[in-house]
């Protein structure tokens, strides 16, 4: 999932760049080279749709880092707790070896240890 939505915000990232370029501050740009599109949408249609599709990309790849680094951190502290409890492991037969190693003295019943 997390490499998916990597893919997919390089993809919206590539696609914003060429957006961008294509947008003329003036009204201009690359739009004004496409002739035949001014005469179905118009240059004025042109550069409202260029200009949703511009924020649109940037709203999608603000809430896809969001996801993406949800899921990074989620996997980041998974992947400490799996160290621990492996850690743990390896030193639980470490620490019965100390234990079993020093037996307690034997106390009778209703006496205290010295």
Same mark, same amino acid.
Do not use: C, H, Y
């Given at each position: 999932?997390?490499?998916? !939505?990597?893919?997919? $915000?390089?993809? /919206?990232? +590539?696609?914003?760049?060429? %957006?961008?370029?294509?947008? #003329?501050?003036?009204?201009?740009?690359?739009?004004?080279?496409?002739s035949s599109s001014n005469q179905f949408m118009g240059v004025q249609n042109t550069n409202k749709?260029?200009?949703?599709?511009?924020?649109? !990309?940037?709203?999608? $790849?603000?809430? /896809?880092? +969001?996801?993406?680094?949800? %899921?990074?951190?989620?996997? #980041?502290?998974?992947?400490?707790?799996?160290?621990?409890?492996?850690?743990?492991?390896?030193?639980?037969?470490?620490?019965?070896?100390?234990?079993?190693?020093?037996?307690?003295?034997?106390?009778?019943?209703?006496?205290?240890?010295?």
């Amino acid at each position: 999932m997390f490499n998916l !939505l990597i893919v997919l $915000i390089v993809i /919206a990232a +590539i696609l914003l760049v060429v %957006i961008v370029l294509a947008q #003329n501050p003036k009204g201009g740009g690359l739009a004004q080279g496409f002739s035949s599109s001014n005469q179905f949408m118009g240059v004025q249609n042109t550069n409202k749709f260029l200009t949703k599709a511009t924020w649109s !990309l940037v709203g999608f $790849i603000a809430f /896809a880092s +969001i996801i993406s680094a949800g %899921i990074a951190i989620n996997r #980041n502290q998974a992947a400490q707790t799996q160290s621990e409890v492996i850690s743990d492991i390896k030193e639980a037969p470490a620490q019965q070896q100390q234990q079993s190693a020093a037996p307690a003295a034997a106390v009778p019943f209703g006496e205290q240890a010295q």
